[in-house]
T-cell receptor, first 115, second 117 residues
Framework: AQSVTQLGSHVSVSEGALVLLRCNYS??????LFWYVQYPNQGLQLLLK??????LVKGINGFEAEFKKSETSFHLTKPSAHMSDAAEYFC?????????????FGTGTKLQVIP | GAVVSQHPSRVICKSGTSVKIECRSL??????MFWYRQFPKQSLMLMAT?????????EQGVEKDKFLINHASLTLSTLTVTSAHPEDSSFYIC?????????????FGQGTRLTVV
């Protein structure tokens, strides 16, 4: 069984400030973890994924996430928020690195960027 | 990355009618496609998984006679919402999985906003 918990359904940051979106996972097998971004009325775009190669994963748009097994966490960060980062972010876990089988999504965190 | 096209992006239909949503993989062969439903302010819930040429596997609680899924080719899957009712109004998203640049990965479509009036 697998699950993800995203802490905070809404996060607000000022433009230029650090972005931190939290995700904790639970998995009975070694997990593969993903972060997706969704803009209004659009599908999901993959930001980055952890596939056990490196614990610090760099993705698109300046985002990165660190896999911490001891904390069962995979938090998403960006050093400096941009207005275009305002969107909803989903953490997800899968039993395979391509995410091509059953993927379990978190409930999402809506990021607001304040000018 | 690979492209998955979902059509239409928005559809409004009358209660009792059927609506078909298409999901196409444009530059790779999708051996497996997934259909998700997203309620307002909620996460994505997997509805069903379909493999090309086989019957879809539905998640518990999803009515297979109401949500007809066809995956007749390696580039196209369709979801038909039959006899739609207002409670079927939702955002539907497909995901197509196949080998891209030597790795098996899944890519999402843009989603379809269905409104039943």
């Amino acid at each position: 069984a697998q699950s993800v918990t995203q802490l905070g359904s809404h996060v607000s940051v000022s433009e230029g400030a650090l972005v931190l979106l939290r995700c904790n996972y639970s998995s009975s097998v070694p997990p593969y973890l993903f972060w997706y971004v969704q803009y209004p009325n659009q599908g999901l775009q993959l930001l980055l994924k952890y596939t056990s190669a490196a614990t610090l994963v760099k993705g698109i748009n300046g985002f990165e996430a660190e896999f911490k097994k001891s904390e069962t966490s995979f938090h998403l960060t960006k050093p400096s928020a941009h207005m275009s980062d305002a969107a909803e972010y989903f953490c997800a876990v899968s039993a395979n690195p391509g995410g091509y089988q059953k993927v379990t999504f978190g409930t999402g965190t809506k990021l607001q960027v304040i000018p | 990355g690979a492209v998955v096209s979902q059509h239409p992006s928005r559809v409004i239909c009358k209660s009792g009618t059927s609506v078909k949503i298409e999901c196409r993989s444009l530059d790779f062969q999708a051996t497996t496609m997934f259909w998700y439903r997203q309620f307002p302010k909620q996460s994505l819930m997997l509805m069903a998984t379909s493999n090309e040429g086989s019957k879809a596997t539905y998640e518990q609680g999803v009515e297979k006679d109401k949500f007809l899924i066809n995956h007749a080719s390696l580039t196209l899957s369709t979801l038909t919402v039959t006899s739609a009712h207002p409670e079927d109004s939702s955002f539907y998203i497909c995901s197509a999985s196949g080998v891209v640049r030597g790795n098996t990965e899944a890519f999402f479509g843009q989603g379809t906003r269905l409104t039943v009036v």
